[in-house]
């Protein structure tokens, strides 16, 4: 059996239970080594065998998996945040299918909530955006043509942004492309919920110069958009003269 484990956004206590009690009882575990939180591995036994997968090609990690079925061990395959989520896990999933051999998956903390816990943020926040756009700069690797930056850049929501702190300069000129202005809040977070974490604040317009400055280049997400700012509606959620199928409205 393969259980595909999220191991949180960083913090080694951010895992779930369930994924801490899957380490726990693995005899076999792949993890991404040049994402996931080494202190992770400490909750593993003392005779689990450890593979770190940014050392491996996707048939060398199949071939860890069946052996380890052929012997009829369970292995953990360990991704960071959440598998979903830029987790490279359904051609995994398939490989296994293919071969037979069952798995499951035991969801995780992605780092976009790490992020918006570090920024003390709420990113659907009333009258200012209701939407999450989760997406990434194009590098070396494409996005489909319709996703591009400056086009999704145009709905003026909050926009979280992975795998591209390294091409800052571009994003801005990407993002400036759409409803943004050069004023337009932004932030970029390093390591979300690690010890060594790092945040800097900024206006889109210094986006790139304030990476630079910080000395950020990888390992960051980038959120931009007006939940940063101090500007919102109260929701109606508490609001006392709105009814809801739990409470009556109060009366002036």
């Not at 259980?3 to 899957?22: E, S």
């Not at 080594?33 to 593993?44: F, I, K």
Request: glycine share 8%; net charge negative; with cysteine.
């Amino acid at each position: 059996m393969v259980h595909i484990v999220g191991a949180g956004c960083g913090a080694a206590d951010l895992i779930t239970l369930r994924g801490k009690k899957m380490i726990e009882n693995a005899d076999v575990i792949i993890y991404a080594g040049s994402l996931v939180n080494p202190q992770l591995l400490e909750y593993a036994r003392k005779d689990c065998r450890i593979y770190d997968s940014s050392k491996m090609d996707l048939d060398e990690v199949i071939d860890v998996m069946k052996s380890a079925e052929d012997e009829g061990l369970d292995t953990v395959r360990l991704h960071t945040g959440d598998p979903s989520i830029y987790g490279a896990v359904r051609e995994q999933m398939d490989r296994l299918k293919a071969l037979g051999i069952g798995y499951d998956i035991c969801p995780g903390v992605s780092s976009l909530f790490g992020a918006a816990a570090a920024l003390k943020a709420e990113y659907t926040l009333p009258g200012v955006s209701q939407t999450v756009i989760v997406t990434r700069m194009e590098g070396r690797t494409p996005v489909p043509e319709a996703e591009a930056i400056a086009k999704l850049a145009e709905h003026g929501a909050t926009m979280v942004i992975f795998l591209s702190a390294s091409m800052t300069d571009k994003l801005q000129e990407e993002l400036l492309k759409g409803a943004y202005d050069e004023d337009t809040e932004a932030a970029i977070v390093y390591k979300a919920t690690w010890e060594d974490e790092k945040i800097v604040r900024c206006r889109l317009g210094d986006l790139h110069g304030s990476a630079v400055r910080a000395g950020i280049k990888n390992l960051a997400l980038i959120a931009v958009g007006g939940f940063l700012g101090n500007d919102y509606e109260l929701s109606r959620l508490y609001d006392a003269s709105f009814e809801t199928a739990f409470r009556e409205a109060k009366k002036d």
